[in-house]
């Protein structure tokens, strides 16, 4: 009998222990992805200007046309 209630035992921690584990890893996980929206962020390129020729547009040099 007492064999079944320290296996019954061991069991619960081990099902404990492995909860916890999945929930700081999904803590972990999202924290990741927080940090990677904030550093995706929006790039600046800076002033355009267009090309009278071919239309496109370009990246004005030193902000000087």
Same mark, same amino acid.
């Given at each position: 009998?007492?064999?079944? *209630?320290? #296996? =019954?035992?061991?069991? =619960? @921690? +081990? *099902? &404990? #222990? &492995?909860?916890?584990? /999945?929930?700081?890893? =999904? ?5 990741? *992805?927080?940090? =990677?929206?904030?550093? %995706?962020?929006? %790039?600046? @390129? +800076?002033?355009? /200007?267009?090309?009278? %020729?071919?239309?496109? &547009?370009? @990246?004005? %040099?030193?902000?000087?046309?």
């Amino acid at each position: 009998m007492i064999q079944f *209630v320290a #296996a =019954a035992a061991i069991g =619960a @921690v +081990g *099902v &404990y #222990a &492995y909860s916890s584990f /999945k929930k700081h890893m =999904a803590a972990l996980e999202a924290e990741e *992805v927080k940090k =990677a929206e904030a550093a %995706k962020g929006p %790039k600046i @390129v +800076g002033d355009l /200007k267009q090309d009278p %020729k071919t239309g496109r &547009y370009q @990246v004005k %040099k030193n902000g000087k046309e």
